[in-house]
């Protein structure tokens, strides 16, 4: 089985039983290999403890070791998708509309396949991207390879001491 036929296969099984413990499923990621690792990022409103991801852990090491989809050793983690988190479905574009963003395309658009910006939500099947020069990229969703929310150290500095301002 390919990886990516492994990652659907453990997204199959997972997302239903993240769901039922009203968490989101953010993002699953499976590195195959000596040292294979299963990253799974929850989140749902209001954030994410670290008795949450006990909780989702201990459910999905459960759940796994029942069906068994990894023929090989492991390590599971479980954890939140942090400040720069990933943006994998239509809804977060949505949700993050205002933030500043980074994607990158699995095909070049009009010369290039990196994007930054303010994120202006979605129109049909296209992510919206204000860029610097003040024009506004279409991305389709369908050629995203990876996007995320992206805060500069200012920023940062800014969210560590409780401001708003910057995001």
């Known amino acids: 089985m390919s990886r990516e036929e492994v990652k659907a296969k453990l997204s199959e099984l997972i997302e239903p039983l993240v769901e039922s413990r009203g968490f989101e499923l953010v993002h699953l990621e499976y590195i195959p290999g000596k040292q294979a690792q299963l990253q799974i990022f929850i989140d749902r409103e209001g954030g994410i403890t ?14 796994l070791d029942y069906h068994d989809p990894i023929d090989h050793a ?28 980074k994607i990158k395309t699995s095909e070049d658009l009009k010369g290039r396949k ?54």
């Open 50 to 63: 670290i008795d949450h991801c006990e909780l989702i852990n201990k459910a999905v090491s459960d759940l």
């Open 74 to 101: 492991y390590a599971l983690e479980v954890s939140s998708p942090g400040l720069e988190r990933p943006l994998t479905k239509k809804e977060h574009f949505d949700r993050f509309s205002g933030e500043k963003v």
């Open 114 to 167: 990196k994007f930054s910006g303010r994120l202006e939500g979605t129109e049909k099947d296209n992510v919206l991207v204000r860029l610097d020069n003040d024009q506004v990229a279409e991305i389709p969703i369908a050629l995203i390879a990876r996007a995320k929310l992206w805060y500069t150290e200012s920023d940062k500095d800014n969210l560590a001491k409780g401001s708003q301002e910057g995001r």
